[in-house]
């Protein structure tokens, strides 16, 4: 059997770092020159018996120590590198390997700060946990879930796909203008795939909005959908057939880290794509900026809802033809996020979308009422934005229907070209307000981030200052502070 080769350079050089030895004076004690030595610190040459010996003589090292293995700092690192935080990091084992080798103590380091950053997150799920069942639920999570993963990506970037409208133009060219849209689908999906679409009770259909059979060829729509989503599930189908590389390019882009992940955009894009299809993109930019954004003709002109015009007014970001820059934040009655989006990614840092005191919470009280307000950040940014109510699919007598509601915004700067700007005017002289302007309303990033004294509407403390425990005094707010 050949004898295994020890190569163990790394732990040469810090033997000699550590006798602050320089290689040519500790190739001399060793009988060996000074590049002989730098190659073996190289782990470019292995260790000899006989220099093994000699190392042991001389500078009364363990030839144990030498010989060691590093698999279990190899395999804790394996481990660190697998969350999904740094998944993807390192191209393979050598890096690993090198990385164990030449810097053991930065290795254990680094697996000591890992361990403490899960223990902790596992104490915080388990403390969102028993907030929860106490009835006090928490947004925090300890794990991120693929659904987050997406999220977090499309919030981050323009709701705007190039590639994808460009693929809708020309899929929609191969129509006529004057026939009707979901008429022309059903004639391109029978024609170019033999599927037919078929409309369905809630009885056979309970559970599902669109179903595809592919032993039958049929697509199946449930008549719980209005008939603009009707449509818009229909042109999902179509555009995802038609633009199949044009999507997957799209998501291979958006460097997603499952396959979960990869599904979940594969559907948001085909949703983008299918409000394409709905709204071709010049056509609507040019009805948009002749209607000021009026939501409402812009619907009507288009046969669409309320909530797809809205959408599609966030995506207008073409190179050479944009549009207003809106951003948009749907939520249900509970607060629960469903979507944000921008025509320049979602305005996290300037804007943040979790005041309560923002007309998007007060639409459930004026249900399919059009809210028009300009609010004003802390450090002086204002808005304008529009809310209003959405709703979902019809369900039964016995089902309470799903409601949410949007609110849709963009810089003040832009109230000019806007409709709903006029909601705005007036003016207060009391109050020495200028002409044509309506004080925006104060608000936040959210309560634990906002620190704005006496807010009737705070619902957390801001975590930024200490809470103000003063028994003489008591303040507007349920959480005062200093």
């Not at 915080?124 to 990506?153: F, K, Q, Y």
């Not at 300037?350 to 450090?379: I, N």
């Not at 810089?411 to 806007?418: L, S």
């Amino acid at each position: 059997m050949a004898e295994q080769k020890i190569f163990a350079g790394p732990r040469i050089r810090r033997i000699r770092n550590a006798k602050g030895l320089t290689q040519t004076a500790m190739a001399e004690g060793l009988g060996i020159s000074p590049s002989y030595l730098n190659l073996i610190e190289r782990n470019q040459r292995p260790l000899t018996v006989q220099l093994i010996l000699k190392l042991a003589s001389v500078y009364r090292i363990d030839p144990e120590e030498l010989q060691a293995q590093s698999g279990g700092s190899i395999a804790a690192l394996k481990e660190v590198f697998a969350d999904p935080l740094l998944a993807g990091e390192l191209p393979g084992d050598q890096e690993l390997i090198e990385i164990a080798e030449a810097a053991p103590n930065a290795s254990a380091a680094m697996v000591k700060l890992f361990r403490a950053y899960r223990e902790q997150a596992e104490r915080l799920s388990d403390l969102t946990e028993l907030l929860a069942r106490e009835g006090r639920a928490t947004a925090l999570s300890g794990a991120r879930l693929p659904i987050d993963e997406v999220r977090e990506t499309f919030e981050r970037r323009a709701n705007h796909f190039s590639a994808i409208e460009e693929e809708v133009e020309a899929f929609h060219a191969l129509f006529d203008l004057g026939e009707d849209l979901i008429v022309a689908l059903k004639g391109w999906l029978k024609r170019e795939h033999g599927i037919v679409v078929r409309v369905l009770p809630v009885a056979t259909m309970p559970n599902w909005r669109r179903r595809y059979d592919r032993h039958s060829q049929r697509l199946f729509i449930s008549e719980r959908l209005s008939p603009f989503d009707q449509l818009r599930e229909i042109a999902m189908e179509a555009c995802l057939l038609r633009m199949n590389v044009a999507v997957a390019g799209e998501i291979q882009a958006l460097k997603l880290s499952s396959d979960e992940a990869r599904r979940l955009a594969r559907f948001e894009i085909g949703r983008y794509a299918a409000h394409a299809l709905m709204m071709p993109y010049q056509a609507f930019l040019a009805a948009a900026q002749r209607s000021r954004y009026d939501l409402d003709v812009l619907r009507s002109r288009f046969g669409v809802s309320f909530e797809q015009a809205a959408n599609r007014i966030t995506t207008l970001q073409k190179s050479g033809a944009a549009g207003v820059p809106f951003f948009m934040l749907e939520i249900d009655n509970a607060g629960n996020r469903f979507r944000r989006a921008g025509a320049q990614g979602f305005p996290q840092s300037r804007f943040g979308g979790g005041c309560p005191k923002l007309a998007v919470h007060a639409a459930f009280t004026q249900p399919g009422q059009v809210l028009v307000e300009a609010v004003e950040m802390p450090d002086g940014a204002e808005f304008l934005t529009i809310a209003r109510t959405l709703e979902g699919p019809q369900g039964a007598f016995s089902e309470r229907p799903r409601r949410t509601a949007i609110l849709l915004g963009c810089d003040i700067g832009f109230r000019d070209e806007i409709v709903y700007s006029a909601a705005l005017a007036g003016t207060s002289p009391s109050r020495g307000d200028k002409p044509g302007h309506v004080p925006a309303i104060p608000i936040g990033p959210a309560c634990r981030l906002c620190e704005r004294s006496g807010c009737l509407a705070r619902a957390e403390p801001p975590v930024t200052r200490p809470l103000g425990l003063d028994e003489m005094v008591t303040g507007l707010s349920a959480f005062d502070f200093r």
